[in-house]
C-alpha cells in the first residue's frame, strides 16, 4: 500500500486499497435476490395449494408477502413461470440425489432409500400440489417438455439403482419398469393425502414406505434345517 | 286355455293367454336404458380424457355418440353429474371386491391381491382419468363428500384385509396406514402413465405390483443350516 488516508467511498482505484461502498456487493445482491426470488415461489405454491393454480392471481401472492405486484413481475414474467418454477424446484428437489456421486460403501439400495426420502420430502412440501397436477395446469409444450424431461431422469435414475441393487446384490426385482412406477407411484400420491397437519413427518413417511418396499407384505418363510435355498419366484394368488 | 284365435296384442285379461305387446318388456326397456346411460357414461369419461373436463362440451359428447344434446339431457342433468358418474363408476368396480364375502380357502393375501387386479382394471378403464382428479375439477361439496365416502370405503377395506392378512398369517405389514397409502398410491398413479396402446394389460400391471408388493425388493435370505427364523424387522439404511 503506497497512500493512506484516502477516502474509503471512493472509487476502486489500482493502490489496492480496500475500499467499502455503500452498496452491497454483488455477491450479496445475487444472494439476497435468490432468497427473495424463492420465497416468490415458495408463496406462489402456498397460494396455488390453497386456492388452485387458476383460481390464483398474481396480487394474491404479492399480499401475501407484503409486496406490490411490480415487484412479484421483477422476480418473474408471469403466473405461468410461476406455476412451472414451483414444479421445477420440486423435481430438482428429487434430482439431487442422482446427481451426485455415492458415498462409499453405500449399496445400491441404501442409495435408492436416500432418494426416497428425499422424493417424500419433495412431494410433501409445498411444491407438491403443482409437481403431481403438472399435466393438468394448462402449462405451453415447451414447459411440459422440460417437466416430461426432468420426470423421465427422476424414472432411469430409479431404473438404474434398481439395476445397480441387483448386479450388487441389495435388490431383487423382476421389472425394473413396473418397480420403479410402483414406487414413484406411491410416492407421488403422498401429494393427495398429506397435509400439513399430518401425524407423520415427511421422513417417517418415507421410512414407513422403504419398509413396505424393501420386505413385501407376504412373511418371509422361517429358514428350514436343510440349508436350502428358498424358491424366489413365489407364485401369486 | 279357453279360447284361441283372440288377438295376441289385446290388453291382459284374466284368462292366462299370453299377451305379446309391440312395447318392449318394461324389464327389457330398463335395461335398455341402463346400457344407453353406461354408453353416454363412458363416452363422457373418453372425452374428459382427450380433452379435459372444462374444454368438453356436452355437445362433443352426444357427437360422440351420434345422437342430440337433448337425448344426452335425458340421463344426466348436466356436464357435472356426468363427471360424478363416471368417478362413482370407477370407485364402485374397485369397491366391488370389498362387498362380496371372502371365497372358501382364499386367504386375506390372495383376496387383497383380487382386489388390486380390480383397482387396476377400474384406474386403467377410462374412468381412471376423473378418478384421480376427482379433487380437481370443482365439484360440488355434496358429490365431493359422496366421493370421499367411497374413498374412505375402499381405504378401510384395504386396512382391514391387511388385519385380517395379520390375523391368517398370509400378510405381514407393520403399519396398515402407511401399507394401504402405498398400495393406493401405486394403483392410483397407474392412470397417469397408462394409455391403451401401452404394451401391458391391466390384468398384468396388477400382477406385476402384486409381485412387487409382496415379495419385497430386499433379497430374501438363504435359510440357514441352523434352523433360526430370521429377524423379522430389518434395519432400513
Known sequence: MRSVGKSRAAAPDS????????????????????????????????????RGYHNTSIDEIAAALNVSKPTIYYYVANKEQLLLECILAGLERVLEPFRRPREAGVTARGHLNEMMRHYAEAIASEYGWCMVRAEDLGLAPSSLLHIKRLKSEIDQGIRRL????????????????????????AL???????????????????????????????PRPAAKPSGRAPARKEPIT
Open 162 to 185: 434398481l439395476e445397480e441393487g441387483v448386479r450388487d446384490g441389495s435388490i431383487r426385482t423382476e421389472d425394473l419398469k413396473m418397480t420403479s412406477f410402483a414406487l414413484a407411484g
Open 15 to 50: 493502490e489496492g486499497t480496500a475500499l467499502v461502498s455503500p452498496w452491497p456487493a454483488r455477491k450479496t445482491t445475487r444472494r439476497n435476490r435468490d432468497i427473495k426470488r424463492e420465497a416468490v415461489v415458495r408463496a406462489a405454491a402456498r397460494a396455488f395449494n390453497a
Open 188 to 218: 407421488n400420491w403422498i401429494a393427495h393425502w398429506y397435509r400439513e397437519n399430518q401425524s407423520m413427518t415427511p421422513r417417517e413417511i418415507a421410512d414407513a414406505f422403504i419398509r413396505i418396499f424393501n420386505l413385501g407384505l407376504a
